[in-house]
């Protein structure tokens, strides 16, 4: 690692690591089936690296990658319970998912799926799993746009906009800041039900549920998922659990004791499912 200091070099390593960290979990938890024991994550102390300086005597050349360092194709990994096990991890496909994580929407996916892996609780460990879902349906909703009708055509859309929009002059622009105007919080307001009512006016026959499994199999081409002794195929009524648990967290309804097993089992399928899609995106480059 070239770098002025130590510092520097911290920060260029903390960057590098962090990047293989999240690649090495991925890879790892993909090998290890036993999803309803724990979730494996790698993690490191930033206090115990140690550093050996060695002054550069050769001409540095700009142009080449200044962060490269060498990684065997396995590690080893330890776990101490009342037994030893040693773990040996074939990470031959590190360099392929680490060129794909400079894909912001890969890298966003398996940001929020190392972070699910850590959560020990099992909301938070829900939201990030289900963070990745909201990106693909906005992300890639035009993939699967033949596969869905719109209730009202454009020039019905176009036809309600033009009778609302003298009710909400300028909110079709983007919201204003406090230094911007003093009246800001109403035109906020404005702008926030001008854009509600045109995203409605989009509003399609299928349901969400529906045109998630429906992105699902036909892009990311995942007919079912299967970890361990997790599986299950990827269908409307599936679909549509994941995304009532996600309201019934994001509106703050309590949940009954005997609902606990049940969003715990569904927090599991909708990480493998992640996991899956992540799969997918390598496999296709999409």
Excluded: W
Excluded at 122 to 148: D, G, R, V, W
Excluded at 159 to 176: L, R, T, W, Y
């Amino acid at each position: 690692m070239k770098a002025v200091d130590q510092n520097e070099c911290a920060q260029k390593l903390a960057v590098l690591v962090d990047k293989v960290l999240k690649v090495a979990s991925f890879i790892i938890q993909k090998n290890f089936k036993n999803q309803h024991s724990t979730h494996l994550r790698l993690i490191y102390n930033p206090t115990e690296i140690s550093y050996t300086e060695i002054p550069i005597i050769e001409k540095y050349d700009e142009e080449k990658s200044p962060d490269q360092f060498l990684i065997n194709s396995t590690i080893k990994i330890q776990h101490f319970v009342t037994i030893k096990t040693i773990q040996k991890i074939d990470l031959e496909p590190l360099d392929k998912v680490i060129l794909k994580s400079k894909d912001s929407n890969f890298c966003f996916i398996l940001d929020c799926y190392y972070r699910a892996l850590a959560a020990t609780d099992y909301k938070t460990k829900y939201y990030n799993a289900f963070a990745p879902i909201e990106l693909i349906e906005e992300q890639y909703k035009n993939k699967t746009s033949k596969n869905t009708s719109k209730i009202l055509t454009l020039q019905e859309i176009e036809n309600i906009k033009e009778k609302i929009s003298p009710f909400f002059i300028d909110s079709e622009k983007q919201q204003v800041s406090a230094k911007d105007d003093s009246t800001r919080h109403e035109k906020n307001l404005k702008f926030n039900i001008y854009n509600s009512i045109s995203t409605s006016l989009n509003t399609t026959s299928e349901s969400r549920a529906y045109k998630l499994q429906k992105l699902l199999t036909e892009y990311f081409e995942i007919t079912d998922v299967k970890s361990g002794i997790l599986q299950y195929n990827i269908d409307s009524k599936k679909m549509k659990d994941f995304i009532k648990r996600r309201n019934q967290l994001f509106h703050a309804r309590e949940m009954k004791p005997e609902q606990e097993e049940s969003h715990q089992n569904l927090c599991l399928e909708l990480i493998i499912l992640i996991e899956a899609i992540l799969n997918s995106m390598l496999k296709l480059n999409c």
